[in-house]
């Protein structure tokens, strides 16, 4: 009887640490999640632009894939069966979806591939007190401070703490981004290094 008495003093203590512990994990509740990848560290996303030119290949089918194929100025291209396709401003795999969807008309489970061949729509605008102003066609992600670079720096007349960066970041809407070019270089605005975008316009006053 002793024993058993014994047993359940030496049982109470641990029963209460471990209620302690549970209601101390209850109360911490799940980690947060990892804080998103910022706008400077990610590039953004290719969409199809015009002027560029594109593979559409249907899988088994060499008689409705074509290779070549460039973007008109309306954005659209042409494609057997199913006429005309709007391009840019999308994606290559979501321009494959479409055209997928497009030809189940005519042609039994079709899968069909988009391959950008070659880019032409990814241009940047430099303007102001820079050695070479004037528009620059890139082929990969491009940061702020390279396009800068592709224009030969600043003349001695720049004022590089008030960049301004015209981007069509938002449909139908055109932001103004200012930017202090010696908080970059120093280290406190990193992220003011941005990814720019086709079309972007960098101004240098």
């Not at 396709?85 to 290559?92: D, L, M, P, R, Y």
């Not at 139908?172 to 990814?195: C, M, T």
């Amino acid at each position: 009887m002793r024993r058993q008495g014994f047993t359940g003093v030496r049982l109470l203590p641990c029963a209460g640490i471990i209620l302690l512990a549970g209601t101390l994990f209850a109360s911490a509740g799940p980690p947060p999640p990892p804080a998103p990848e910022t706008s400077a560290s990610v590039p953004p996303v290719y969409l199809i632009g015009i002027g560029d030119v594109l593979g559409v290949h249907v899988w088994r089918d060499p008689d409705l894939s074509r290779t070549g194929v460039m973007v008109r100025p309306d954005g659209r291209i042409s494609l057997p069966l199913v006429g005309d396709v709007q391009a840019a401003g999308i994606t290559g795999s979501t321009l494959s979806s479409i055209v997928s969807g497009m030809l189940k008309e005519y042609v039994n489970d079709p899968h069909v591939t988009v391959i950008i061949e070659a880019i032409n729509s990814y241009r940047v605008y430099v303007l102001g007190h820079v050695l070479k102003s004037g528009v620059y066609a890139f082929q990969t992600p491009t940061r702020l401070v390279e396009a800068l670079a592709t224009a030969g720096g600043f003349d001695q007349f720049a004022d590089t703490s008030h960049l301004v960066v015209l981007s069509s970041r938002t449909a139908g809407a055109q932001a103004h981004i200012e930017i202090d070019f010696k908080k970059i270089v120093s280290g406190a605005r990193l992220q003011d290094n941005i990814y720019l975008r086709p079309g972007d316009t960098i101004v240098v006053p």
